[in-house]
């Protein structure tokens, strides 16, 4: 892996990541286009790309806990005073803080589970350019539709155990190809009426877990590796990097349209590429792809496509 190939997969990682347009979908493609002309980068499933997906998705958690660090204090600050209110009380009653934790418990655990099943099922078969392109279209047509939602009454106190549990459903359903994470997860919020910026916040919240738990999951897999790994420790570290501070601006973007209701125009942008994409595949070799997130891929344990 070349220094050029390590800094396009970081900024691609970072960039969709957290735009809703499926970062699986735009890995998948890259990886077509790198095959097609014709670099010598180690397969999907070789360690040392593994071990670039856990680097990237690292990177990305970062951007996570960097834009939204006030929320996020204030969700472990508060949590942690909670806790010591329900020893006296012996109620959640008014404790949002702690049961928002425990209802992304809920999620993560959903999208764990679904997501297992998902990757025995396999995924692979969806991995094709004209599959992802449908999928894409899919996508553009919830984004679509979430700027179209006027009416909405849940707020933080108002989230209940079925709420995280399909919002886990539709992080799950990121691991195909195509579908996105962040669009799925806040199309999912919004239709069981959250306030926008709730979905958004409660969206990129899970994302923590599920990277945090993929990479878990994932790294299994290099434990009997002995061999000496081909990327260098120099590619990784500035795909770390990249993915971290791309990943922290292209978030940053997304919070700010989400709550004006700007999301159509990733909608228009993702039909555009599904196009683009039908209308060029026949010059895409099809070979082995990778996935959306170790994230989703282990969302199964698994997002953060």
Known sequence: MTFAEA???????????????????HLVLTQHWLAATGSDMPSPD?????????????????????????????????????????????TFRHLIHLKLMLFGIITTGVTGVVGLGIRTFGTDVFATPW???????????????????KTTWRGAGQMTVMVAVIIGLAQALALFPGLSRSGLTIAAALAVGMHRKIAAQYSFFVAIPTIVAATGVQSLSLLDFEGDLT?????????????????????????KLLYRGYFRIFAV????????????QPDFREEPVVDELPVEEAAAIDSTR
């Not at 593994?50 to 006030?70: A, K």
């Not at 599959?131 to 894409?136: K, P, T």
């Not at 942008?269 to 060029?280: H, I, K, R, S």
């Open 7 to 25: 800094i396009l997969l970081g900024i691609i990682q970072g960039l969709f990541m957290f735009i809703p347009v499926s970062s699986s979908a």
């Open 231 to 255: 990327v260098s420790w120099q590619a990784y570290l500035v795909a770390f990097v990249v993915s971290a501070a791309v990943g922290a601006v292209a978030l940053w973007l997304v919070l």
């Open 46 to 90: 070789a360690p040392e790309i593994i071990l670039f997906n856990l680097v990237v998705h690292l990177g990305t958690m970062v951007s996570v806990v960097v834009v939204m660090y006030q929320p996020l204090a204030r969700l472990i600050s508060g949590t942690v005073r909670e806790l010591s209110l329900l020893r006296r009380r012996r």
């Open 131 to 149: 599959v992802v392109s449908v999928l894409l279209l899919v996508t553009g047509a919830i984004l679509w539709w979430t700027d179209s939602v």
């Open 269 to 280: 942008y993702v039909v555009v590429l599904a196009a683009v994409t039908l209308w060029w």
